[in-house]
């Protein structure tokens, strides 16, 4: 197995062993630091020795004795303190042995539901379930949110807190429970899949891990509640989007926008499974916005070649989007599509309003499609500025070389 694939692995295994123990000891936090250590350890042995038989029971194995020597350091440091006193540390459990079998169990789902837990503000249930089942960095979390890193780091670890002092037992919720908490689960997996399907930093465009993960947790929670029209809006706009990311770069991992891209390397099955769901979610009561961004990528999906856009229908679909979500990322892409039915200065007119959002007044797309329109109306010194201004508010490197390549063009 490559390091490539142990990564891979490691990261599918990491949410379950994690699940596995705050299943069964509890104690959230230092269940994580165990989970970690356990990552660790076979990161630096199965290169060496071989993937285990088992690999989620030896993981497992090895975190479960490193939650009893971290809770018994930490027992031994706080003797005196009565709530130290109530833990049970877990040298009584059964774990599965790592030469045999572990129960076919997977407890994502469960610590999804859990991290979306009512105690906590909506804003800590995504921080929590973004690190402890995505796992993202807290970097990459803070970016997400726009937040700095610390304020980041504070939030997560309040949240664990909070987990932690509630008491409440770890398994899948009530029906009436898991209604409550889905709107947070699924925005997580759509930050999840986004964070795949354009990482917001380091030299990849793409991390597929990711994506390919929400999109796992994404098809379980819709086992659970075929029924619910936004779970599958959601599935289908990850399929619909997924599909296109083998054409999105180059040989050596450089960016293809969408109209240049070779639609013969688009996914047709992927495209063809969630036009499906679409179709079958739409009719099914009130539209929420996982459909509708779904159906603006099946619009995208659909089309033979760029220049066959149904431009007027995303517009229109942009539009209904907007009626139910304060969003300034659908207001820009809203604008982008204005800029194909009615001409790139009406586009601008948009972009020119989003300025005082200061949501994403800063944020590095909207000045790129500031530049990308203005070399539509062939003002190329203020696209080049534009550029490079959104070349430098990106820490995403693919999307830099793109942005300085767009403006070094301007430039000869």
């Not at 379950?16 to 990552?39: C, I, K, P, S, W």
């Not at 020795?49 to 930490?74: C, F, H, K, M, Y």
């Not at 169990?105 to 973004?130: E, G, K, M, R, Y």
């Not at 194909?340 to 200065?345: E, I, K, R, S, T």
Request: aromatic share 4%; charged share 25%.
């Amino acid at each position: 197995m490559t390091g490539d694939d142990a990564e891979g692995l490691l990261r599918r295994l990491a949410p379950q062993v994690l699940g596995a123990l705050v299943r069964r000891y509890g104690h959230f936090d230092t269940a994580e630091d165990a989970t970690q250590e356990a990552l660790l350890a076979a990161a630096v042995q199965w290169p060496e020795e071989g993937v285990p038989q088992n690999p989620r029971g030896w993981l497992i194995t090895v975190a479960s004795r490193r939650l009893t020597d971290l809770l018994r350091s930490e027992q031994a440091r706080r003797r005196r303190e009565d709530t130290v006193a109530r833990w049970t540390l877990p040298d009584g459990w059964l774990t599965p042995a790592t030469d045999q079998p572990a129960a076919d169990f997977d407890d994502t789902l469960v610590l999804l539901f859990l991290c979306c837990h009512p105690a906590l503000p909506p804003a800590a249930q995504i921080a929590l379930t973004l690190r402890a089942v995505g796992g993202l960095t807290t970097a990459e979390i803070a970016r997400a949110f726009l937040v700095p890193e610390a304020t980041m780091a504070r939030r997560i670890g309040r949240a664990k807190q909070r987990i932690r002092e509630s008491g409440v037992p770890f398994g899948m919720p009530s029906a009436a429970e898991r209604a409550d908490r889905l709107g947070v689960v699924l925005h997580v997996l759509y930050l999840i899949f986004n964070e795949g399907y354009a990482s917001t930093s380091g030299p990849n465009l793409q991390r597929t891990e990711l994506s390919a993960e929400a999109i796992r947790l994404a098809r379980t929670v819709h086992g659970l509640l075929p029924d619910d029209g936004e779970v599958a809006g959601l599935l289908a706009l990850m399929l619909l989007t997924d599909a296109r990311r083998l054409a999105r770069t180059t040989s050596d991992g450089a960016l293809v926008p969408m109209a240049e891209q070779d639609r013969c390397l688009w996914n047709a099955d992927r495209i063809a499974e969630g036009v499906d769901l679409l179709t079958t979610a739409l009719p099914r009561g009130a539209t929420g916005p996982y459909q509708l961004q779904a159906a603006i990528a099946a619009v995208h999906d659909e089309a033979p070649s760029a220049e066959a856009t149904d431009w007027p229908q995303i517009t229109a679909l942009y539009e209904l989007l907007m009626q139910i979500s304060d969003n300034p990322v659908v207001r820009l892409n809203h604008a982008v599509a204005v800029a194909m039915v009615h001409g790139p200065a009406a586009g601008i007119v948009l972009l020119d309003e989003l300025r005082s959002d200061e949501r994403i007044a800063d944020d590095h797309r909207i000045h790129a499609v500031r530049g990308h329109l203005l070399e539509k109306l062939g003002d190329h010194t203020a696209a080049r500025d534009s550029y490079r201004t959104a070349a430098g508010r990106t820490t995403s490197v693919p999307q830099q070389r793109f942005l300085h390549e767009r403006a070094d063009r301007l430039a000869t």
